[in-house]
C-alpha cells in the first residue's frame, strides 16, 4: 500500500488542521502516528476500514476525529483545538490485523506515508 499524506501547516494554539492520506490499496486499518523532536514516534488515532471501528490516544480524545470515504480510499484527521504540545511531524500507516493492540504499536503497521508537519505556536 502506497500512502501520500497532507494537509499539513503552521497554526496558532486553539486552531484546527485536516489531514488527508490517500492510500493506493486496502489494509485492517489505517492510522495516524507522530514523532516530535527527540521523541519516540506515538499513536494518534486509527480506524478500521470495514465497521469503521476508531480507536485515539487520550492526549487527543474530544479533539481529533479520524474518518475515512472508501470510494476515494482516503483517510483523514479532523484535528480541533490544537496545543503546543500536537506539534509534531505526523504520519499516515496502514496495517494492522484483528489481532493489534489498542492502543496500535507503530511496528504494527507495514506501510508508512513521507510525513506532513504540523506546528501549533502560542
Known amino acids: 500500500v502506497q500512502l501520500q499524506a497532507s494537509g499539513g501547516g503552521s497554526v496558532q494554539a486553539r486552531g484546527s488542521l485536516r489531514l488527508s492520506c490517500a492510500a493506493s490499496?486496502?489494509?485492517?486499518?489505517m492510522g495516524w502516528f507522530r514523532q516530535a523532536p527527540g521523541k519516540e514516534r506515538e499513536f494518534v488515532a486509527a480506524?478500521?476500514?470495514?465497521?469503521?471501528?476508531?480507536y485515539y490516544a487520550d492526549s487527543v480524545k474530544g479533539r481529533f476525529t479520524i474518518s475515512r470515504d472508501n470510494a476515494k480510499g482516503a483517510v483523514y484527521l479532523q484535528m480541533n483545538n490544537l496545543n503546543v504540545e500536537d506539534t509534531a511531524l505526523y504520519y499516515c500507516?496502514?496495517?494492522?490485523?484483528?489481532?493489534?493492540?489498542?492502543?496500535?504499536?507503530?511496528?504494527?503497521?507495514?506501510?508508512w506515508g513521507q510525513g506532513t508537519q504540523v506546528t501549533v505556536s502560542s
Open positions: 480506524i478500521t476500514w470495514s465497521l469503521s471501528r476508531t
Open positions: 490499496g486496502r489494509s485492517y486499518a
Open positions: 500507516a496502514a496495517g494492522g490485523t484483528y489481532k493489534m493492540t489498542i492502543p496500535p504499536r507503530p511496528d504494527e503497521f507495514g506501510s
